[in-house]
């Protein structure tokens, strides 16, 4: 039996302005074994980056339990919740998300400086890295000067430095064309399937969607599962 990941139990988070409440999300259950790749679907304002949030510890619910090997991240205490965005999750954004006043081997090393790991480490890991993803003669570069599929790349190399159980990624091909959107999934796909990382995928787009093995739908802050 697969080994489970992450699981959500009747997450839901509601979001108040003076006295109007807003249900942002709704009961949703959810469950991710190693090695999936899973996406959630829907429209705009239906509560998909929401769930990431949450699932990130970006956001905490209104009620409900996020367990991620087997710890239910929604009691962790601030201090907590950063060691667990920084060993466990691995974030890539549609915008990328790179600072751009580092070369692309300095973001990548970014989050091994934060896990404190010697120069040394930090060093062979993002050569590595920058290997898997392909960009390595890219590496002193500053994102102005990479093209979007290769800041991507770098996006997706930083969130895979810590090794984490679970990347998370936000509309990952949003800015991307149908060519480099191809090559972000084949790379999704490698290290899928050669080193098992698990991904939950928000996306609309239909190349992303035809490689995940679980497909959730949500709108109005319902998910349910498709596929899988």
Request: charged share 25%.
């Given at each position: 039996m697969a080994e489970n990941i992450v699981e959500t139990v009747k997450l839901t988070k509601v979001y108040r302005k003076g006295k109007l409440e807003i249900t942002a999300l709704r009961d949703a259950n959810l469950s991710i074994s190693k090695g999936d790749i899973v996406c959630v679907m829907g429209p705009s304002g239906s509560g998909k980056t929401t769930l990431l949030n949450m699932i990130?510890?970006?956001?905490?619910?209104?009620?409900?339990?996020?367990?991620?090997?087997g710890v239910d991240i929604t009691r962790l205490n601030e201090s907590q919740l950063?060691?667990?965005?920084?060993?466990?999750?691995?974030?890539?954004?549609?915008?990328?998300?790179?600072?751009?006043?580092?070369?692309?081997?300095?973001?990548?090393?970014?989050?091994?400086?934060?896990?404190?790991?010697s120069k040394k480490e930090r060093k062979k890991k993002v050569r590595q890295l920058l290997e898997t993803v392909g960009i390595s003669?890219?590496?002193?570069?500053?994102?102005?000067?990479?093209?979007?599929?290769?800041?991507?790349r770098i996006a997706?190399?930083?969130?895979?430095?810590?090794?984490?159980?679970?990347?998370?990624?936000?509309?990952?091909?949003?800015?991307?064309d149908s060519e480099n959107a191809t090559m972000?999934?084949?790379?999704?796909?490698?290290?899928?399937?050669?080193?098992?990382?698990?991904?939950?995928?928000?996306?609309?787009?239909?190349?992303?969607?035809?490689?995940?093995?679980?497909?959730?739908?949500?709108?109005?802050?319902?998910?349910?599962?498709?596929?899988?």
């Open positions: 990130g510890g970006l956001d905490r619910p209104t009620r409900g339990a996020v367990l991620v090997d950063a060691s667990y965005r920084l060993e466990k999750i691995g974030f890539i954004f549609q915008f990328y998300n790179l600072f751009p006043v580092l070369t692309a081997f300095e973001n990548v090393e970014l989050p091994l400086a934060l896990a404190r790991k003669e890219r590496a002193n570069h500053k994102p102005d000067e990479l093209s979007g599929g290769e800041q991507q997706i190399a930083r969130a895979l430095a810590n090794d984490p159980a679970l990347i998370l990624a936000d509309e990952p091909t949003g800015d991307l972000f999934m084949n790379l999704v796909k490698d290290l899928n399937q050669n080193y098992s990382q698990t991904f939950l995928i928000v996306t609309h787009d239909p190349l992303v969607v035809q490689e995940c093995s679980q497909i959730y739908m949500i709108r109005d802050g319902k998910l349910e599962k498709s596929k899988g």
